[in-house]
Structures are given as structure tokens and as C-alpha cells.
């Protein structure tokens, strides 16, 4: 698939940006499926005033909840409540299921 450049307004200044073909075929083979919001300057902006990329207050106050493993039988810890219907992996057994997934 050939790519060309492509202008995108930035949500935080406004100004236009250029997503090239190069930027374009990395999100791809890296399998990122949205285009960038910001332009250069605002994501690097935006990452000095937040480390965490605005995802710090989320991960803070955590709730672990201890589990058993749908797959192995292992005892483990999730970061949210389990819901009856859905079965709840270990981390090791959850990458096992997602690379599964993405064949």
C-alpha cells in the first residue's frame, strides 16, 4: 500500500501538521489504528506536563481483586471487577489469548 503525506489539524492549537507516508507506515506495521491528534509540538507540551500521558490519576487508586486463572488454575490479581460472563486470565495466559487474537 503506497502512502502519501497527509494534513491534519492539531485538537489542541489548531495549526496543521504534516502526518508523512513514513509516520504513516510505521503506525501501520506497528498496527496503531488512529491517526496522531496533536502535532509535534503540543504532544511533547502535553508529555512534559504529564508523564504519565494523563493516564496517571487512573492507575493510582487501583483495586486489585483476587482471581483464578479461567485457563491454568493459577491464583492471580486483576485491576478490575470480574463479571460472571467473562472469563479472567492470568497475565500469562492473557498474552497466550491475545497473540492468539492477532494470527
Known amino acids: 500500500m503506497a502512502f502519501e503525506d497527509k494534513q491534519i489539524i ?5 495549526e496543521p501538521f504534516v502526518f508523512t507516508a513514513g509516520e504513516q507506515q510505521f503506525y501501520q506495521e506497528k498496527g496503531l489504528e488512529h491517526e496522531p ?4 509540538a503540543c504532544r511533547t507540551t502535553r508529555r512534559s506536563r ?5 493516564r496517571g490519576m487512573r492507575t493510582t487508586n487501583r483495586v486489585m ?9 493459577q491464583q492471580t490479581t ?4 470480574p463479571k460472571l460472563d467473562r472469563p479472567v486470565y492470568c497475565s ?3 498474552e497466550q489469548q491475545r497473540a492468539s487474537f492477532r494470527r
Open 10 to 14: 492539531c485538537r489542541d492549537c489548531g
Open 92 to 94: 500469562a495466559c492473557f
Open 78 to 81: 486483576v485491576p478490575f471487577e
Open 37 to 40: 491528534q496533536r502535532c509535534r
Open 65 to 73: 481483586t483476587p482471581v483464578i486463572c479461567a485457563s491454568c488454575g
Open 50 to 54: 504529564d508523564p504519565e500521558g494523563g
